[in-house]
């Protein structure tokens, strides 16, 4: 979030988020998404590992499109060290999830 404000004001673009309350979206589409996300990931861990996964998987897909935009190489920086987190915190959500699901599968097998 620092290295979008330092592009933010080096570039003189107005702030896009006018409020810092959390869960609340002025973009319509994004609003109905965070809520159909909060709904499925408070269903269970494994539905909340999902849905982190799936956040990164939209940030990833954004972030890419957005790369293809651009030719500032101040904003393809942020942009690709964002997809690099992204990238990782997929794999740490898709571990949870291998993980999670191996040990589902071998209680069923006890049982």
């Known amino acids: ?8 004001d080096k570039y003189m673009i107005a702030n896009p988020v006018m409020q810092d309350s959390r869960g609340e ?13 909060v709904d499925q990931g408070g269903q ?4 909340a590992l999902a849905v ?11 972030l890419d499109e957005l790369l293809a935009q651009t030719s500032n190489t101040d904003i393809k920086i942020v942009y690709q060290n964002l997809a690099k987190g992204s990238r ?8 949870q999830l291998t993980a999670a699901h191996i ?3 071998f209680c069923l097998n006890r049982i």
């Open 88 to 95: 990782n915190h997929m794999r740490a959500f898709m571990g």
């Open 103 to 105: 040990l589902h599968d």
């Open 1 to 8: 979030m620092d290295a979008v404000k330092v592009l933010l």
């Open 52 to 62: 982190g996964a799936t956040i990164e998987d939209l940030d990833i897909k954004d």
């Open 25 to 37: 979206f002025a973009n319509q589409k994004i609003q109905e998404l965070y809520t159909s996300l």
């Open 44 to 47: 269970s861990l494994i539905s």
